[in-house]
């Protein structure tokens, strides 16, 4: 009785199981499904059905267009099962899915079907796959196909098929199955692929068959190569049937053909038909075979070829690894007379970055040829910087220019003390060409640590030597070669000098504090006299302090011209408002015109640049600037520099000058740009006087654009009213 219980629960558990499972169809339905996880789930469900569910799966699948069914969703079905049983350490499941698909093979008619299994066979099938698929490669329906799926599986087994069909291939098929022989380098139907490369009637698969010879390492691919090439009209099909010679070559050389690859190579390298950048493949081509033993065979052919072929065999031969390539380089350095040649060598050995060819290229930086000094200066940076820099300094002060000044500019990118250094050292005893060449290198670099040195030279007899100088000292001196700089600047004959003197005395003061910049010019000042006191002056005002502007405003009052007249032009090139006050003071008592013009422009400028002024104490001096105009230039200029600035103040003085006979444009330009919104979102000027200047405005202003939106402002204000 017990017994008979445990059967029943059994069955009932069994058949309970089986209506919980989901059907074939019913995990069809589910696709698509949204995710990756999602499908490899519903593809555990539809292996878990073993080969009868498969069967049912496969057996789903209906002919493209037929009327009245879909097989979209078991297509997609089983794609995404060959991609489940593909994973890795899916096995199982691969052989499972494989039998499947093989065994539904054997049962379909319909060529469309079959292409679709066949290509789900490219993905997953192994040897496993070849006994279903060689038979499809007489059928021309499916048969390309098959071929590819044999490449993709790739086996032994696989080119072995391949190999037994090719002999009753035609056509497309056979072209296709000897592609996919080149492409597995499966050399056992060589015989058959010599065949079709003889082919003269069909051109795609004679091409076919010689670039598969090539790819399997067929002795006979070389000649076969070289008779088509001969007779190719078309630039293209030359340039693969040469590319098929040297991949010939290496396959040779793969298959322990050492001698008959290099043969392949050397046979290029030497035809005096063969374009240059063939040959340049070929040199690659046998250095990859022979490695620096090519060098025995190329180095003689560089000296012989042209000027393009050796460029590219140097450069194969600089990238060849081996501790005999940079000897042999170096022995044709030394042995050959060509200057060219030397600098194509020299190129090579730059590339090699091998500090064993030093000794040879500082002997060639001193040849006599200029091109190959050159060429041996940058090979000595590329094997080492620092110790390139001794020659360099040697080329920089012995040289003539076309050598000298590169060198410098080699040195100079150096980085480092070290090459600083040395060209400062190399100021004393350096030509005046190479002096100017190593001043300016120190200058770039603004060697500040070499100061001295340079400062030295600024006493050179030389005028372009001293000139250099005091620039390269703008860039290098520090705030205790100010006083130094003031003497240079003082005792300069030359205007040139001066100027650079000065301006070397502004960067070096500097660097002090700012109630220390001028100390040491105005102790200069106090002895200075005429043109020399103005530049000591013009100097302060880059500077600033009260105690340098309390200087220039009493030489400004005192009873010399000259003095009055450098001090003001000291002023007008003042960098803070503090100088705004005694220039409109200026402007308004002096009776010279033209100091006049300089004072008003000196405001100008100032206020242009003042950034500490409120704008009301800026208005005001501009507004002390119009009234101290007195040409037209100068009310224009003031009105142009007052359009930029912003505010009410700035509005009201602009205002005032409506109606001005000669400044309308000007008159009406400030007062737009300062009252209407400087962009959008952004507010503008209001009151009652805004829109009466408007409006008078807006008829004057010379700009359409701006005349538009003083235009659409002056609405707004009126719309609100």
């Not at 500040?448 to 005028?463: M, P, T």
């Amino acid at each position: 009785m017990m017994k008979r219980i445990a059967l029943l629960l059994t069955v009932t558990f069994v058949v309970a199981g089986v209506a919980r499972a989901d059907s074939v169809a019913e995990l069809v339905a589910q696709i698509p499904v949204k995710t990756s996880a999602d499908e490899s789930a519903l593809a555990v469900k539809l292996m878990a059905g073993g080969e009868s569910g498969l069967k049912e799966l496969l057996g789903g699948l209906v002919p493209l267009g037929t009327a009245g069914k879909d097989d979209t969703k078991t297509r997609d079905a089983v794609s995404a099962l060959v991609r489940y049983a593909g994973r890795s350490g899916g096995e199982a499941d691969r052989a499972t899915l494989v039998k499947a698909i093989v065994a539904a093979l054997g049962n379909v008619s319909d060529w469309e079907i079959k292409t679709f299994l066949v290509n789900r066979l490219q993905d997953i099938g192994h040897d496993d796959a070849i006994a279903a698929l060689s038979p499809l490669l007489t059928d021309e329906r499916v048969a390309l196909h098959a071929v590819m799926a044999l490449e993709r599986i790739g086996s032994p087994a696989a080119a072995g098929a391949l190999a037994k069909a090719l002999p009753d291939a035609k056509g497309n098929i056979r072209v296709a199955v000897i592609k996919s022989l080149g492409m597995l380098r499966a050399g056992t139907a060589a015989d058959e692929m010599r065949k079709s490369a003889r082919d003269e009637e069909d051109a795609t698969l004679r091409m076919t068959a010689l670039w598969a010879l090539a790819s399997v390492g067929d002795a006979s691919a070389p000649e076969l190569l070289t008779a088509e090439r001969e007779k190719a009209k078309g630039a293209y099909d030359r340039s693969r049937l040469y590319e098929w010679t040297l991949l010939s070559a290496s396959r040779l050389a793969d298959a322990g053909k050492k001698k008959e690859a290099a043969d392949v190579c050397t046979a290029v390298l030497t035809g005096d038909k063969d374009p240059v950048y063939v040959q340049g493949a070929a040199a690659r081509t046998l250095l990859t075979i022979q490695g620096q033993g090519a060098l025995e065979a190329l180095m003689p052919l560089v000296e012989r070829g042209s000027l393009p072929f050796r460029a590219a065999v140097l450069d194969a031969v600089a990238k060849t690894p081996g501790e005999a390539v940079t000897p042999a380089l170096v022995e044709r350095l030394k042995a050959t007379t060509d200057a060219k040649l030397k600098e194509d060598l020299l190129l090579a050995l730059a590339k090699r970055h091998d500090a064993a060819a030093r000794p040879a290229v500082e002997a060639a930086a001193k040849d006599g040829d200029p091109a190959v000094r050159l060429a041996a200066l940058t090979t000595l940076v590329s094997l080492g910087r620092d110790e390139a820099i001794a020659a360099l300094v040697e080329r920089i002060t012995t040289d003539t220019p076309d050598v000298a000044k590169p060198a410098a500019e080699m040195l100079g990118r150096i980085p480092g003390d070290r090459p600083l250094a040395a060209a400062a050292d190399a100021l004393g005893a350096a030509p005046a060409k190479a002096k100017v060449s190593l001043l300016e290198l120190l200058a770039s670099r603004a060697a500040r640590s070499q100061s001295a040195a340079v400062l030295k030279q600024a006493g050179d007899e030389d005028a372009a030597v001293r000139l250099a100088a005091l620039r390269a000292a703008e860039k290098v001196a520090g705030p205790n070669d100010a006083g130094r700089l003031i003497e240079l600047g003082v005792a300069a004959k030359d205007a040139g000098e001066e100027s650079a003197a000065f301006k070397a005395v502004v960067t070096a003061s500097s660097q002090l504090p700012a109630a220390d910049r001028a100390t040491a010019l105005l102790a200069a000042l106090k002895n200075a006299q005429g043109h020399k006191r103005a530049a000591i002056e013009r100097a302060m005002a880059k500077l600033g302090g009260q105690a340098a502007l309390d200087a220039v405003v009493a030489d400004l009052k005192g009873d010399d011209a000259a003095v009055r007249e450098g001090a003001l032009s000291a002023l007008a090139e003042w960098q803070d408002p503090a100088a705004i006050a005694p220039l409109l003071d200026a402007a308004e008592k002096t009776t010279d015109a033209s100091q006049q013009v300089t004072a008003i422009r000196g405001v100008v400028s100032v206020l242009k640049n003042s950034t500490g002024l409120s704008p009301a104490d800026k208005a005001a001096a501009y507004a002390k600037a119009l009234a101290g105009a007195k040409r037209a230039e100068e009310k224009k200029m003031i009105l142009g520099a007052l359009g930029n600035e912003r505010g009410r103040p700035a509005f009201e003085v602009a205002a005032g000058t409506q109606g001005q006979a000669g400044l309308e444009a000007e008159s009406a330009l400030a007062i737009i740009k300062t009252s209407i919104p400087l962009g959008k979102g952004q507010p503008g000027l209001k009151g009652d006087d805004v829109a009466p200047a408007l409006k008078w405005a807006i008829p004057h202003c010379p700009d359409g654009t701006l005349k538009a939106d003083a235009q659409r402002y002056l609405g707004n204000l009126e719309g609100h009213k």
